[in-house]
């Protein structure tokens, strides 16, 4: 699939996120995923 559209909104168009800052979510994930190995020990 190469285009979603949710409700009328496109949300993907050529495989690419429109309505996310895919870099940005990557990276929030990340850095969550670290501090929650340096939490655990």
């Known amino acids: 699939m190469?285009?979603?559209v949710c409700?009328?909104?496109v949300?993907?168009?050529d495989r690419e996120?429109?309505?996310l800052d895919e870099r940005?979510?990557?990276r929030e994930?990340?850095?969550r995923a670290q501090?929650?190995?340096?939490?655990?020990?």
Do not use: K, N, S, Y
């Open 2 to 4: 190469r285009h979603t």
């Open 7 to 9: 409700d009328g909104q």
């Open 11 to 13: 949300l993907m168009r």
């Open 17 to 19: 996120l429109l309505t």
């Open 24 to 26: 940005a979510v990557r």
């Open 29 to 31: 994930a990340e850095e």
């Open 35 to 41: 501090a929650l190995v340096e939490r655990a020990g």
